[in-house]
């Protein structure tokens, strides 16, 4: 299996449930993004990892936790979410931070009911 | 507050025709810019980057091209073939950690 990979690929939940998204890169990347894509709207990054350590938090609610075990996985951890933040969210990761491209997978679709 | 902007939400042309796709930023500091192609249910692939120091950059029928005193960015498809009807995103980084996407244009080639 190569590239990146999320899963599940669609999630309903309640505001009160807690769940977890799941990213996993073949590519032997070092860098790993979250990003929200909500109708109509561009690609929204929402946290970045360089080997394994958080480098950015772009100002994200915390009820959304991320976490990253080594430098193949990253999770999204979800719990008391709101109506708007149904949306794709999609995983990304690159060799480096800088000036490399990003290598996406095909999201999970959230809906909050 | 977007620093980079597709003004075009959708594009159609004709299979053969050469497409262009746009994009203009305002960000003075970014100094990497990407396309990224997105096929439905699918996430978006990279297609083509280019480093601020330099105003064109080739790849078999893709083409960029960086204006940057018009701070304008812009894909050339020639020949254009229905395959490659997808959005298309624009996005430029200055640096780690930053990397800034266009809302995309649809592009549509009929055959």
């Known amino acids: 299996e190569t590239g990146v990979t999320q899963t599940p690929r669609h999630l309903v939940m309640g505001m009160t449930n807690k769940k977890s998204l799941k990213c996993e890169q073949h590519l032997g990347h070092n860098a790993m993004y979250w990003y929200k894509q909500s109708a109509k709207k561009p690609l929204e990054l929402m946290f970045v990892?360089?080997?394994?350590?958080?480098?950015e938090n772009n100002s994200v609610p915390s009820r959304f936790s991320p976490e990253c075990p080594n430098s193949s996985h990253l999770f999204l951890h979800l719990h008391t979410l709101q109506p708007e933040d149904s949306a794709l969210y999609l995983c990304a990761s690159s060799q480096s931070r800088v000036n490399q491209p990003q290598h996406f997978g095909d999201g999970t679709r959230l809906s909050i009911l | 507050d977007q620093q980079v902007k597709q003004n075009s939400p959708s594009l159609s042309v004709q299979e053969g025709r050469i497409s262009i796709l746009n994009c203009d930023y305002t960000n003075s500091m970014f100094d990497y810019f990407l396309w990224y192609k997105k096929y439905p249910a699918e996430g978006p692939t990279f297609l083509i980057s280019?480093?601020?120091?330099?105003d064109k950059n080739e790849d078999g029928r893709f083409t960029v091209f960086l204006n940057k005193s018009a701070k304008h960015l812009s894909l050339h498809i020639v020949p254009s073939q229905p395959g490659d009807s997808a959005v298309y995103f624009c996005?430029?980084?200055?640096?780690?950690?930053?990397?800034?996407f266009g809302a995309g244009t649809r592009l549509t080639v009929k055959p």
């Open positions: 990892y360089s080997l394994e350590e958080r480098v």
């Open positions: 280019i480093s601020s120091i330099k």
């Open positions: 996005a430029a980084s200055a640096g780690a950690n930053d990397m800034r």
